[in-house]
């Protein structure tokens, strides 16, 4: 079929409460949505950029400018993802808009086809373990409290966000209160040099899951000393850009776990992809988040649920972050979250709830 056009659509939710990285502080989260309308099906697509050029370069504005100015235009009126995917490749960079725009077109053609996201990427579980990312807090104590509160909530691994200066002591401090048997794991947002290399292998005490991306995207050299120098594996979010990167890194030693972040690699055909790599290198992959809405949210528990994530992913109930989402929230059952297995991202926009967060919306005919 062919595409009628498109709608961008600007959200803006206040979180639950603030949410600290090494990056900065966020109080809400200023969303941009991509609706496809092809013939009598639509579908949607989260813009997982955030409103500063902090995670990577891309930021939201900057995202609907290339959507408007290049990524539409080179998708012409083609719902055939494959092709746009092919299409979008003539744009370089910009992963997370075109993330948006092709799972917009995906989950159009999966509605209309009546076959679920999951089913589609070959999701081979009904629910997904969920982890959940805490943030940077002010004390130990306030941090102690949060974990207590995801912990009784069912959380089955906790992450806690780390920068120098903020390391060992929440680290220890976690450990000491709640046991070796939690699982934990740490990541730093390329907030760390080589010269810290010595103050993360401290951090082999405690028995983490893994170290998320300690060292600047650019960098895996530097990963793989660390790596060969520490016992806690490393995991990398920001550097693993492209499946193409993912067997780079597996293969110079860089890593031994990835984070799989659709909006960071340009789709879900692609995110599937990296999936394949790290299975092929045995190496245990897992889904992580952008503080999604539902829309995001329900995709990713779709690709958190094949094989080869075999670590709990941050995918964590809508309440983690929203006191009311755009869809129907998400919620832990037994520290799981279940797999919509509707077709599309098998989730349904409330309107009323979209509407009552719009800050703008825009209509790009095709
Ligand atoms: O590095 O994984 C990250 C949030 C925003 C940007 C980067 C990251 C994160 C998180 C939170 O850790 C993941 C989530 O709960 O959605
Ligand atoms: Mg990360």
Redesign the pocket.
Known sequence: SSVNGFELRRITLPLVSP?R?S?GV?HGRDVLLVRAVVGDAEGWGEC?A?SDP??SHEYVDGAADVIRRFLIPAAGSSDDFHLVEQRFAAVRGHPMARTAVHTALLDARLRAAGMSLGEFLGAVRPTVPA???V?IMDDVGELLDAVAGYLDAGYVRI?L?IEPGWDVAPVAAVRDRFGAEILLQV?A?CAYTATDSARLSTLDDFGLLLI??PFPEEDLAGHARLAASVRTPICL??SITSARVAAQAIGAGACSAV?I?PGRVGGYLEARRIHDVCAAHGVPAWV?????TGVG?AANAALAALPGCTLPG???ASD??YARDITAPFVLRDGHITVPTGPGIGVDVDDAALADVTTGTEWIPV
């Open positions: 949410f990285t990056m966020e997982v955030m902090h995670y982890g959940v990312s943030g992450k966000k990541d947002n998320e991306q979010d920001e984070n972040k992580g988040g952008m503080l999604e949210r941050d995918i964590s983690r972050y």
